[in-house]
T-cell receptor, first 113, second 111 residues
Framework: DADVTQTPRNRITKTGKRIMLECSQT?????MYWYRQDPGLGLRLIYY???????NKGEISDGYSVSRQAQAKFSLSLESAIPNQTALYFC????????????FGSGTRLTVV | DQQVKQNSPSLSVQEGRISILNCDYT??????FLWYKKYPAEGPTFLIS?????DKNEDGRFTVFLNKSAKHLSLHIVPSQPGDSAVYFC??????????FGAGTTVTVRA
């Protein structure tokens, strides 16, 4: 099994629908992140959580919400999807402190039509 | 406004030659810098990193150079191999450990 698992891998949804992207990890890391990748913009931080009771907005949190259900689970919701939320979404984890870098999931490709 | 910038969206290099990828940053609080490699349909994977107290870090064919005064870093791949064809992201963080990423550079290694 992958260290960081994202579901679904691909999703097409309609404008206005609510959708949830899920992330689970077996790394035992406290910190989890959600990024989106857009062509020409790289990866931008949506939300992050440094432990189960800690949730923080990133640089592009509008239109998104998150839930940290457990140390190992961090889900991203789009309450009312819009076409410009079409992107590749990545979940990542990291240990507390230190410079160990992030471990990423394989991504969820979301298309809003 | 992006704090980490990779101004070259693509790079084509012949197998066996050197690949040089460049990255600039604007946030003087960044104290740790990383390069990630990404293949299609996969998440980014960590490649190499450097602390702001160093100016060079080497790992096999990969070397990262940091010029703090210029707020510039570069990744050298020598020699380039076909398996190095991927998207490379430059990233950086301050003491909050939140990574800021550049837009990426797509490297194509020609046989």
């Amino acid at each position: 099994d992958a260290d960081v698992t994202q579901t679904p891998r691909n999703r097409i949804t309609k404008t206005g629908k609510r959708i949830m992207l899920e992330c689970s990890q077996t790394k035992g890391h406290d910190r989890m992140y959600w990024y989106r990748q857009d062509p020409g913009l790289g990866l931008r931080l949506i939300y992050y959580s440094f432990d189960v009771k800690d949730i923080n907005k990133g640089e592009i949190s509008d239109g998104y919400s998150v839930s940290r259900q457990a140390q190992a689970k961090f889900s991203l919701s789009l309450e009312s999807a819009i076409p410009n939320q079409t992107a590749l979404y990545f979940c990542a984890t990291s240990p507390t402190g230190g410079n160990y870098g992030y471990t990423f999931g394989s991504g969820t490709r979301l298309t809003v039509v | 406004d992006q704090q980490v910038k990779q101004n070259s969206p693509s790079l084509s290099v012949q197998e066996g030659r050197i690949s040089i990828l460049n990255c600039d940053y604007t946030n003087s609080m960044f104290d740790y810098f990383l390069w990630y490699k990404k293949y299609p349909a996969e998440g980014p994977t960590f490649l190499i990193s450097i602390s702001s107290i160093k100016d060079k870090n080497e790992d096999g064919r990969f070397t990262v150079f940091l010029n703090k005064s210029a707020k510039h870093l570069s990744l050298h791949i020598v020699p380039s191999q076909p398996g190095d064809s991927a998207v490379y992201f430059c990233a950086a963080h301050a003491n909050d450990y939140k990574l800021s990423f550049g837009a990426g550079t797509t490297v194509t290694v020609r046989a």
